[in-house]
């Protein structure tokens, strides 16, 4: 029986995006946030060849460099196991950013032009070739496309009452998303059933609901993603790419158990 899910996203952009999922379990959610971080894969430099290292910076330390610089990554045209080739060369005076390094394939390259990898003097020179692999980051850490993947139980406000003329009005501290119930109640314009990120009243419910005794539920199966990444992949991308990861392997045990 094929499960229905919703998706509505509360921001996005290509690199960061909060987006809420309705239907699904902790356990999934949590598979699905392992996913984007272990499964997906992305180039990473593995190997550097140094031809000429005149800085003041050991070879081992270029290479460590290079290895953290994001590259963009199309998993419709690679498998994991590929390989691209990069080099860069810059003399200094001068500062060898990321947008430096030349790529053999127009596929892959820096995912950000202005990171830095070394400062040159005058007389100094580095001159460098790499190759990336595809590989998964459940095999290195630079090969997570996902920087920052967390999630969160969506969650409702109820209004139980107004406070009491002389109860002290302390601050509610709540983080992440909630789902608009209590309308009525805000001060200021909202409908309910909309999704608002608590950084939009300070994270402070009594801001929200000034005067109110509250009480804060958690939805059931309903959990807000926070993703952002390194700019290898997008996070639809990411996010897309996880799920059928992990699709993929539940084909693979269903196959296994009916042998």
């Not at 239907?23 to 190997?47: E, K, L």
């Not at 009480?215 to 990411?238: I, M």
Request: aromatic letters at 6%; glycine letters at 8%; hydrophobic letters at 35%.
């Amino acid at each position: 029986m094929t499960q229905d899910y919703e998706v509505e996203f509360v921001e996005r952009s290509d690199r960061e995006a909060r987006f809420l999922v309705r239907g699904i379990s902790p356990a999934f959610a949590n598979g699905i946030r392992r996913a984007m971080i272990a499964d997906v894969p992305t180039f990473s430099v593995d190997t550097v060849r140094v031809i000429e290292n005149s800085s003041v910076m050991f070879d081992e330390q270029i290479g460590l460099r290079l290895g953290l610089v994001p590259l963009t990554t199309d998993l419709d045209d690679f498998e994991v196991g590929d390989e691209v080739t990069l080099s860069i060369d810059v003399s200094g005076p001068e500062t060898a950013y990321s947008g430096d390094l030349v790529s053999s394939d127009s596929l892959v390259g820096p995912a950000d032009d202005n990171i830095p990898i070394i400062d040159l003097k005058d007389g100094q020179r580095l001159e460098v070739e790499a190759d990336a692999v595809l590989d998964r980051g459940r095999e290195h850490a630079k090969h997570q496309g996902g920087v920052a993947v967390g999630y969160r139980h969506l969650q409702r406000v109820e209004v139980v009452g107004d406070k009491g003329e002389f109860e002290d009005d302390e601050t509610h501290i709540l983080r992440g998303v909630i789902e608009e119930q209590a309308a009525e109640h805000v001060d200021g314009d909202a409908d309910d059933g909309d999704l608002v990120l608590t950084e939009e009243f300070d994270s402070d419910l009594t801001k929200r609901y000034p005067g109110k005794e509250l009480e804060v539920h958690d939805v059931e199966n309903a959990f807000v993603f926070h993703v952002e990444t390194d700019g290898s992949l997008s996070v639809e991308e990411l996010t897309l790419r996880a799920v059928d990861s992990i699709r993929s392997r539940a084909d693979e045990l269903r196959d296994a158990v009916q042998l």
